[in-house]
């Protein structure tokens, strides 16, 4: 890179161009079409919370990429194209060069080993575990139970009427216990004074709780003080559904 | 003559026999050689609500690690703590493409295939629907997952799921397919790789000491 990535955040790419920035921030933001052979490829759905994730440490890491979307609507992960990039049919999956990678878990680890800068984990083991414990119970314990194929299968074998309760269910019990878990630990972030892994993992959960399932946030101060920390990040307000190429128009 | 000091393990581990994210993690002990302390956590009994447990996990599930003063729950967690903390026998490859091919598969069970056949979830859905259709929505699930992991893992050359040695997605996916086959009676057939993976897998001495009918807390 021509003037070098420096440690600090100094500048970052986005392919959408619309978004604000803060004044302490020496960010410039370039809107690019960019094709190069080289750059990193993200297939995601606007919507898909795993695809947000990765969105963020990518803004964080300060790394370029393609958005490519998959709309999971319109059955677009079912394309043989598609499934030979992911056979279980799920975004996001990163490119990069050679290398395919699926899963938000194994393309974060995979991002915070070959890109280091901005580290999103903790050197102090302990901590390290704690990000991996909460990012596990957003990933393992509350997602699955609220993505498309369950809530379809909720509405048309239960009942339509069970969707929310159903998922509500779900998110209060995972939210009850990340407020127990982080309680004794969290700073300005979820483990600390800086954004890591966890706040990655939280906040497009916490924003779909908030948003589409009408979740209580009263119930819980912690994560809610987290969501307001993470709405004056440009990084993870760049990330978020709204602000996608495939988002609907308003 | 000099006194042989054995120390008692500095581990312990909340497990429930028959879990098999428990099993996942007596798993990766048994292949890394480090000894620990068996904590029986009754789940029919509802031990998983107690205080004591509560704040060791305020999820209420097993497994949870004790190593000194640092506590982790979650087998993902457990396991990559496993894998900084007490480095030999690395149950993650060097090679990023493998390494990211490990961590998807143990995903894949963690977070598609497990959570939605948990006892938990499948009582509700029995109270909703009936036993069939709570009995369908597990096998549906378990066939979706394996489907996708005999794609992932068919074109991959060696004994066991990404190589010849035993990493990280064997460590997940044993235990998975043994609770296939017993409890939802997946038909195993379907997926060539993934059975013979299993047969390298049910093998080993450390999958089979880690099984849930050795356990202290076993019931025959």
């Known amino acids: ?163 929310i309760p159903w998922t509500r269910f779900h998110i209060e019990k995972g939210f009850e216990a990340l407020e127990k878990l982080l309680k004794d630990h969290a700073g300005k972030y979820a483990t600390g004074d800086e954004v890591s892994m966890a706040d990655l993992f939280l906040a497009p959960q916490i924003l779909a709780g908030i948003e589409r399932f009408n979740v209580d946030m009263a119930k819980f101060p912690l994560l809610s003080r987290l969501n307001e920390a993470y709405s004056e990040l440009p990084e993870f307000q760049n990330a978020k559904p709204e602000n996608q190429p495939d988002a609907p128009s308003a | 003559m000099a006194a042989i000091i054995v120390e008692p393990p500095k581990l312990a581990l909340y497990s429930y026999w028959q879990s098999s994210c428990s099993w996942r993690v007596r798993f990766a002990l048994n292949l890394k050689g480090i000894s620990y302390e068996y904590k029986a956590v009754n789940l029919s009994k509802g031990e998983q609500f107690t205080p004591e447990f509560e704040k060791l996990n305020p999820l209420h599930f097993v497994p949870v690690l004790v190593d000194g003063d640092v506590v982790v729950s979650d087998s993902y967690a457990i396991l990559l703590y496993l894998e900084e903390k007490y480095p030999q026998r690395a149950l993650l490859p060097a090679d990023p493409q493998l390494k990211a091919l490990n961590l998807q598969v143990a995903s894949i069970v963690t977070s598609s295939i497990q959570p939605l056949h948990m006892l938990s979830n499948l009582k509700y859905l029995e109270q909703k629907v009936g036993p069939q259709e ?27 799921a990404t190589g010849d040695e035993v990493y990280m997605a064997d460590v997940f996916m044993a235990p998975q397919i043994a609770a296939a086959m017993q409890r939802f009676k997946i038909d195993m057939s379907k997926y060539p790789r993934l059975c013979r993976i299993f047969e390298s897998l049910k093998a080993l001495p450390e999958f089979l000491d880690a099984s849930p009918e050795r356990q202290l807390d076993a019931v025959h």
Not at chain 1, 126 to 142: D, E, G
Request: one cysteine or more; glycine letters at 6%.
């Open chain 1, 1 to 163: 890179m021509g003037d070098g990535l420096e440690e600090e955040r100094r500048r970052w790419l986005v392919t959408k161009v619309g978004v604000k920035v803060s004044n302490d921030l020496t960010v410039k933001l370039v809107h690019t079409q960019a094709e190069g052979e080289n750059k990193l490829k993200l297939y995601s759905y606007w919507r898909s919370s795993c695809s947000f994730r990765i969105r963020i440490s990518l803004n964080l890491k300060g790394l370029e990429y393609q958005y490519i979307p998959v709309n999971l609507l319109k059955g677009e992960q079912f394309s043989p194209e598609f499934q030979k990039l992911n056979p279980i049919g799920y975004v996001p999956v990163l490119v990069d060069g050679d290398m395919i990678i699926s899963d938000s878990f194994a393309i974060f680890m995979y991002l915070e080993e070959k890109y280091p800068q901005h580290p999103l984990l903790p050197s102090d083991l302990a901590k390290k575990a704690l990000n991996f414990q909460a990012a596990n119970i957003v990933s393992s314990s509350i997602q699955p139970l609220q993505n498309l194929a369950v809530l379809k299968y909720i509405e048309e074998k239960v009942s339509p009427d069970e969707k």
């Open chain 2, 134 to 160: 709570s009995l369908l929505f597990a096998q549906t699930n378990v066939e979706k997952g394996f489907n996708a992991l005999e794609k992932l893992l068919k074109d991959i050359n060696g004994k066991y």
